[in-house]
């Protein structure tokens, strides 16, 4: 019988990391973190080979928009093996759901890129790194998982990257998602093509200062995301500051801070949701702010104008796309 081959890209993170007098560290090789397939858990693995491949070391809230964009264009050059037939990524949980999404923007590939990590660094004694990584294998093994773009694997779930969060700093199941189901449109496009678009984003709160939106068009931002209260609303100079933003030519989409359910414009009186929209910012209805602002930057980097990312957000609903 012929051998598959999947390819674990190592990136650093908790699931690499042990502890010094300095705190966890990212400190274990790819090889390190290979699974030994002749003894698994529980029932045996399909008939595939891993091959590790070291990528990068480092904690992924430090990572950059060049570490990221690395990441996507090495999982392009594993997939255009013939031979490969799914890619695993291991990568800190921290900007996980970040890197993820970015990964799924951009993967218009039958075969499944499944991203896994841990909790807890590789010497603690709940250490849950090695199960999840060998469950990434069997999640990417499975043909069921094809065509599902990039998936998310940990404490024994699996969710899609579009949409899901970190819910916890210590629990082994670490994600959850807005919505189970979203569509998935995507940047046909190589990824060194993409120019790095600098979009800049807030939480607002009641008292916030307007002038922190001025500040970000001042300074060149191209785009901004407000996690905005409830359904999408603000104070009314918040509004009128993204009014003038968006006259500048800076394109402003508006989320929430809250967790679940969808952004729908409801109330007005000057700062709710529906006045913002008037006001010419866009209404990302699933997509929190960390991943809404992956998505901006990579729309304006790839040159879309307003209307075109308008439609992009509108694509990622359920209920419309």
Not at 60 to 72: E, F, G, L, P, V
Not at 192 to 204: E, I, K, Q
């Amino acid at each position: 019988m012929a051998t598959s081959t999947i390819v674990l890209l190592t990136t650093g993170g908790t699931v690499a990391a042990t502890t010094t007098a300095d705190g966890a560290v990212p400190a274990l090789s790819a090889a390190d973190l290979l699974p030994d397939l002749s003894t698994p858990r529980t029932d045996p693995l399909p008939d595939i080979t891993v091959s590790a491949v070291d990528l990068m070391s480092v904690d992924s809230s430090a990572m950059t928009s060049a570490d990221r964009s690395r990441i996507i264009g090495a999982i392009g050059d594993t997939l255009a093996d013939p031979e490969v037939v799914a890619v695993v990524v291991t990568h800190g949980t921290d900007t996980m759901e970040e890197t993820a999404y970015l990964a799924d923007l951009f993967h218009t590939d039958e075969r499944p890129v499944v991203f896994t990590g841990a909790q807890f660094p590789a010497d603690a004694p709940n250490a849950d790194g090695p199960r999840n990584i060998e469950d990434a294998l069997r999640v990417a093994a499975d043909p069921s998982s094809r065509g599902k773009g990039t998936l998310v694997v940990l404490g024994g779930r699996m969710w899609s990257a579009r949409g899901i969060f970190k819910v916890s700093t210590d629990n082994p199941i670490a994600f959850d998602t807005t919505h189970p189901d979203l569509p998935r449109p995507v940047i046909d496009a190589d990824i060194s093509a993409v120019a790095h678009a600098r979009v800049d984003a807030f939480t607002l709160y009641p008292g916030v200062s307007p002038g922190l939106i001025a500040a970000a068009v001042s300074q060149n931002a191209a785009g901004i995301v407000l996690a905005a209260t409830g359904s999408g609303n603000t104070h009314p100079d918040v509004t009128a500051q993204v009014a003038q933003a968006v006259h500048d030519g800076v394109v402003v989409v508006v989320t929430s801070r809250v967790p679940y359910g969808p952004i729908v414009p409801t109330y007005g009186g000057g700062g709710g949701a529906v006045d913002l929209e008037r006001a010419g910012a866009i209404i990302s209805r699933w997509l929190r702010a960390p991943q809404a602002r992956i998505a901006l930057a990579v729309l304006l980097g790839a040159g879309h104008d307003a209307a075109q990312i308008a439609e992009f957000f509108r694509a990622s609903d359920p209920a419309i796309g």
